[in-house]
């Protein structure tokens, strides 16, 4: 049975979720009654959304890790939420991305519109290969516990992209940039809160 911190934890990301479908939707669609067009992306814009695109395929990588294991079921479903709302969002960042024909392919130089240009491998937030490794490997509460602890460092580095991506030119990014980090930044509590109780060690 679900406690009620994991209803209102999902009631919570369900509406986030679906903030940032509708301001995605409503902002991207334009009717001949709209004064003028949108405007143009800018560095801002397409560094983000490639750059978060990117940092969302390793979170999904590590939810398909643990999604169906024993790790207990809080691990589960904050793994079902994200793998939701980052499928979501990645595919989101990618239509635009196309939209403005900008690659989608992953790139090996990330956050030059940060002004923070480095390899795509030391990007803040991203867990190593001998950690997904692990995460690939370990079983029950220690599953979770690493599922916890190196997401939550995936989503420190996801909120610090968002909360600099106010500058874009678009209406649709800047929105899906602040739901990005008030999501996460919820999520980090949860798990702060998890790490200290059922998965401490």
Request: include cysteine.
């Amino acid at each position: 049975m679900a406690t009620p911190a994991a209803t209102t934890r999902r009631s919570l990301l369900g509406g986030a979720a679906l903030a940032v479908v509708g301001a995605g939707l409503a902002a991207c669609t334009q009717t001949s009654a709209d004064p003028a067009p949108s405007p143009a992306p800018n560095e801002i814009d397409i560094g983000f959304c490639q750059d978060m695109a990117f940092h969302h395929e390793q979170a999904l990588a590590m939810c398909q890790r643990v999604l169906g294991r024993d790790t207990g079921s809080q691990v589960q479903t904050a793994a079902a939420d994200i793998l939701q709302n980052q499928s979501y969002e990645r595919g989101m960042m990618h239509t635009w991305l196309q939209s403005w024909g900008e690659s989608t392919v992953a790139p090996t130089t990330v956050m030059g519109w940060m002004g923070r240009a480095m390899p795509a491998a030391d990007m803040p937030g991203l867990a190593s290969a001998l950690d997904m490794r692990t995460l690939a490997t370990t079983d029950g509460l220690a599953k979770g516990r690493l599922f916890l602890t190196l997401m939550r460092a995936h989503h420190v580095g996801g909120v610090h992209m968002a909360d600099a991506a106010t500058g874009a030119a678009t209406a649709p990014v800047r929105q899906i940039a602040f739901q990005t980090s008030a999501t996460q930044t919820f999520e980090i509590a949860i798990f702060d809160e998890l790490l200290a109780t059922t998965y401490a060690e």
